[in-house]
Every structure is written in C-alpha cells, then in structure tokens.
C-alpha cells in the first residue's frame, strides 16, 4: 500500500468533518435569519401598536397604563431579540471560522496526497527508466561480446 492510499481514509474523516461544519454554517445562518426576521415583526407590531388609537374616551384613561405597560413589554421583547440576533450572529462567525479550518485541513491533505502521488508515480518511472537501462545495457554488451 502505497503512502497516498494510505492517507485516502484520513482525507475521507477531513472531508466529513468539513461537510459537517458547513452544515452547521447553513444552520447557523438560518437560525440567525429566522430571528432577524421575528425582530422586524416586533418592530412592525410595535409601530402599528403605537399607531393604534382607541376609540373611546373611557377605554383611553384606563388603556393607557395597560398600553404602556404592553409598549414597555413590546420593547423588551425587541430588546431580547436584538441581543439573540448579536449572539446568533457571533456563532455564525465563529462556525464560519471552524468550517474554513476544516476546509484547509482537508486542502493540506489532498495536497499531500497528491505531492506523494507524484512522487510515487516519479519512483515508478525511474524504476522502469533504470530497468530499460540495464535491459539495454545487457542487450548491448551481448551484441559486443558476440561481435
């Protein structure tokens, strides 16, 4: 067995361990999708609820605390979203990171592979270089000695 077939397995566990933190960048951004897309309706919501008036002097006295008390509710919810959103947004970057170390791990494997490829393929051909060589040189001192 050959030093590149050798290393065949190890490119093969690097090219999982690759695949398996792209996965995880492709579930990383859609988490932090998924919660940018519930802080813009917050937001929305929030808008439309300051928006909203209602419509009889009675229900406003009393509404008005619970509005406020719901506002406040409202802000803290966009607040917590806000912070998910940063934190989302640093575990994408840090699996980003840890899949492009993978991808140059398994890079520098193939790479290694193929220089001992090469250089097998490079012995190959000086070993039948050198057996040429000697099969001529034998074909020659034949012909000298018969002459």
Same mark, same amino acid.
């Given at each position: ?8 397995? &190890? &490119? $093969? &566990? ?5 695949? $398996?933190? +792209? =996965?995880? &960048? ?18 929305? #919501?929030? %808008? ?7 419509? /009889?002097?009675? /229900? %406003?006295? #009393?509404? #008005?605390?619970?509005?406020?008390? #719901? ?15 940063? !934190?989302?947004?640093?575990? *994408?970057? /840090? ?6 170390? =993978? ?8 790479? *290694?592979?193929? !220089?001992? +490829?090469?250089?097998?393929? !490079? ?13 001529? *040189? =034998?074909?020659?001192?034949? %012909?000298?000695?018969?002459?």
């Amino acid at each position: 067995m050959t030093r590149s077939s050798r290393l065949l397995p &190890v &490119v $093969d &566990v690097a090219s999982q361990r690759a695949s $398996d933190a +792209a =996965r995880e &960048v492709a579930e990383a951004r859609a988490r932090l999708t998924s919660q940018e897309e519930r802080l813009v309706e917050l937001i929305n #919501f929030r %808008r439309q609820y300051d928006l909203a008036s209602p419509t /009889a002097q009675a /229900a %406003r006295s #009393f509404s #008005f605390t619970n509005r406020r008390l #719901f506002g406040g509710q409202l802000d803290e919810a966009i607040r917590v979203a806000s912070l998910e959103i940063e !934190r989302a947004r640093a575990q *994408l970057e /840090a699996k980003i990171e840890h899949w492009s170390q =993978r991808h140059r791990e398994v890079r520098a494997i193939e790479q *290694l592979v193929e !220089r001992y +490829a090469t250089e097998e393929r !490079r012995g190959a051909e000086r070993a039948e270089q050198r057996q040429a060589d000697e099969t001529n *040189l =034998r074909n020659f001192s034949r %012909r000298g000695a018969e002459d």
